[in-house]
């Protein structure tokens, strides 16, 4: 049997993602954001080239951490992370080009084939993520070591629990479905569409909470309440089309475009407060 060894508070709390993709991530939200906010009422070529450029601003965090968190997730899950936020710039792009497409129920369609498309490939990056750690934790139980895991492992461990990865999962596949079911207008199932839409951020958000322990004491809570407030704006944004999916009522889509742009603004300021962090940490480890 290994002995166990021990975990320091420096490496509990060290943040690992660099101030390059920390400031990728956060100005990709940021300029998420500000497009929504361009995107209410009439269509905004702009804004939608500025949804574009930010997910691909956030691909690029992804792909500046790739050694870590491929150490940590491994390959394919982060391989799906990546896809997921170009798929997300790509449904950008044709809305960029061309503004009125977003009149189009043709190209309406193609924006919820391609955000169902990006929903899945989260939703099996989570999951690849929830087996990867059962199977690590499965060998390291057979040699004996139950119990030790994350101190022994603990630059390979997925530290997220598998209640949190799993609910993860199911919120992104429920966003999936909720897309596929909007294709076409959605019918009478467009409600339906909606409330799984709603459903999905609010297990999503469910996923950070249950991690917060963890994450908490290497990013910091304010950073993650933030997150979170983002998460549950999401949900409310969608609120009024399960009460009304034709839009006509008194909260019209333009209010859920601006939610999702102060979501993704929150987003930002939370890997904002994520970078100070780590630049905080860099200088105290400098001064040691």
Same mark, same amino acid.
């Given at each position: 049997?290994?002995?166990?060894?021990?975990?320091?508070?420096?490496?509990? %709390?060290?943040? #690992? $993602? !660099?101030?390059? &993709? =920390?400031?990728? +991530?956060?100005? /990709?939200?940021?300029?998420?954001? *500000? @497009?929504?906010?361009?995107?209410?009422?009439?269509p905004s070529g702009p804004g939608y080239l500025l949804g574009a450029l930010g997910f691909m601003l956030i691909a690029v965090a992804i792909i500046?951490?790739?050694?870590?968190?491929?150490?940590?997730?491994?390959?394919?899950?982060?391989v799906f992370a990546i896809v997921s936020a170009v798929l997300l710039a790509v449904d950008n792009v044709p809305m960029a080009l061309e503004p009125?497409?977003?009149?189009?129920?043709?190209?309406?369609?193609?924006?919820?084939?391609?955000?169902?498309?990006?929903?899945?490939?989260?939703?099996?990056?989570?999951?690849?993520?929830?087996?990867?750690?059962?199977?690590?934790?499965?060998?390291?139980?057979?040699?004996?070591?139950?119990?030790?895991?994350?101190?022994?492992?603990?630059? %390979?461990?997925? #530290? $997220? !629990?598998?209640? &949190? =990865?799993?609910? +993860?999962?199911? /919120?992104?596949?429920?966003?999936? *479905? @909720?897309?596929?079911?909007?294709?076409?207008?959605?019918?009478?199932?467009?409600?339906?569409?909606?409330?799984?839409?709603?459903?999905?951020?609010?297990?999503?958000?469910?996923?950070?909470?249950?991690?917060?322990?963890?994450?908490?004491?290497?990013?910091?809570?304010?950073?993650?309440?933030?997150?979170?407030?983002?998460?549950?704006?999401?949900?409310?944004?969608?609120?009024?089309?399960?009460?009304?999916?034709?839009?006509?009522?008194?909260i019209g889509p333009e209010v859920q475009w601006i939610a999702w742009g102060i979501a993704d603004i929150l987003g930002g300021i939370s890997a904002?407060?994520?970078?100070?962090?780590?630049?905080?940490?860099?200088?105290?480890?400098?001064?040691?």
């Amino acid at each position: 049997m290994a002995t166990t060894v021990m975990v320091n508070e420096e490496e509990w %709390t060290k943040i #690992h $993602a !660099s101030q390059f &993709s =920390l400031a990728c +991530g956060g100005l /990709g939200l940021v300029f998420a954001g *500000i @497009g929504c906010f361009l995107s209410p009422g009439t269509p905004s070529g702009p804004g939608y080239l500025l949804g574009a450029l930010g997910f691909m601003l956030i691909a690029v965090a992804i792909i500046a951490h790739v050694e870590h968190l491929s150490r940590r997730l491994g390959r394919p899950a982060v391989v799906f992370a990546i896809v997921s936020a170009v798929l997300l710039a790509v449904d950008n792009v044709p809305m960029a080009l061309e503004p009125s497409r977003t009149a189009d129920s043709g190209w309406i369609d193609y924006w919820n084939y391609v955000l169902a498309a990006a929903a899945l490939c989260a939703a099996a990056s989570v999951a690849l993520a929830a087996m990867r750690k059962e199977a690590r934790l499965v060998a390291h139980l057979a040699q004996g070591n139950s119990g030790a895991y994350a101190a022994e492992d603990f630059h %390979t461990t997925v #530290h $997220a !629990s598998f209640f &949190s =990865l799993v609910t +993860g999962a199911l /919120g992104f596949l429920l966003m999936a *479905i @909720g897309s596929l079911i909007l294709i076409g207008g959605g019918g009478p199932a467009a409600r339906l569409g909606w409330i799984l839409q709603t459903i999905s951020w609010v297990l999503i958000a469910v996923a950070i909470i249950a991690h917060l322990g963890h994450l908490s004491r290497s990013v910091g809570r304010l950073a993650l309440v933030l997150a979170v407030i983002g998460l549950i704006l999401n949900a409310l944004a969608t609120l009024p089309a399960c009460i009304d999916p034709s839009g006509a009522g008194p909260i019209g889509p333009e209010v859920q475009w601006i939610a999702w742009g102060i979501a993704d603004i929150l987003g930002g300021i939370s890997a904002a407060l994520v970078a100070v962090r780590r630049r905080a940490q860099d200088a105290g480890r400098a001064v040691a």
